[in-house]
């Protein structure tokens, strides 16, 4: 375990060392929730759009900012350079499991993550009013729906990485995950506004559980069976994946090749 809480440790140090960088992605991330914010208050002034009024869409809103918050893209960039380098031979040959190591480094930064998403909750919550909060066994599926977010993040993130096996540009890679996820989370849109079978092929993918999920929770519109049926989606593709990258990264290796010494 101590090798894995080094990593971890190592993680919150380097996103604190650029600070900088982290500071501009949460203010891209806060000035996109402040857009979609004002532009929803003007559609929903009149009334209800698919079943959703302004207080709910307020409170999904402010969920999926958390969600797009939480495990950032700087393991991302770290882990697809040392794939495309070859210096990740000198990660294969340390005493410690690869996938739960890079797990650790994630799981180091969360909780700086998750400071700067309370700070800008209360911002909003003082500028706007307090947000309708789900009853006490709800609100103890949305914890545990938030929780989840993290590995099931991390599992989609370390997938897509380990394309650099194969691929020499790890930016494309990037940008079609985020454009895949952005839409099929629920996290520009609701998945209640798309074609009733996108809908339901959205819902139960493993990308709805990154914003759909904990936010349906949170505003009611997902409560008792359904809400834990979701739930336990959320925990089945992070198994699913889990197991999934570890022969996806088997295969990887027979391609790396190691020039040098």
């Not at 380097?14 to 806060?30: C, D, P």
């Not at 709800?138 to 991390?154: D, N, R, T, Y």
């Not at 409560?223 to 834990?228: D, F, L, N, P, Y």
Request: aromatic share 12%; hydrophobic share 55%; proline share 4%.
């Amino acid at each position: 375990m101590k090798p894995y809480t080094a990593h971890a440790r190592a993680a919150a140090l380097s996103a604190l060392a650029y600070r900088g960088n982290f500071l501009l992605s949460l203010g891209g991330a806060a000035v996109q929730l402040i857009a979609l914010l004002a532009v929803w208050k003007v559609l929903l002034a009149d009334g209800q759009v698919g079943g959703f009024d302004w207080p709910h869409m307020r409170a999904y809103l402010v969920v999926a900012f958390a969600s797009a918050t939480l495990v950032g893209t700087f393991v991302d960039f770290r882990m697809s350079h040392r794939i495309r380098s070859g210096l990740v031979a000198l990660d294969l040959v340390k005493p410690v499991d690869y996938q739960r190591a890079r797990f650790a480094e994630t799981a180091g930064g969360v909780w700086i993550e998750a400071v700067a998403v309370i700070v800008v909750v209360a911002i909003t919550v003082a500028i706007g009013g307090a947000l309708d909060t789900p009853p006490g066994p709800m609100l103890g599926l949305f914890a545990a729906s938030i929780v989840l977010i993290v590995p099931l993040k991390f599992a989609v993130s370390y997938l897509s990485t380990l394309a650099c096996f194969w691929t020499e540009n790890f930016v494309g890679v990037l940008w079609a995950r985020q454009a895949l996820t952005g839409l099929l989370s629920g996290a520009l849109v609701p998945l209640a506004f798309f074609p009733g079978w996108l809908a339901t092929t959205a819902q139960w993918s493993p990308f709805a559980g990154l914003t759909s999920t904990p936010a349906l929770i949170f505003i009611g519109q997902a409560s008792g069976t359904h809400a834990v049926l979701l739930v336990a989606t959320q925990l089945g593709w992070v198994l699913v994946m889990w197991y999934g990258a570890r022969l996806l990264f088997r295969r990887g290796l027979r391609r790396l090749t190691v020039n040098g010494g």
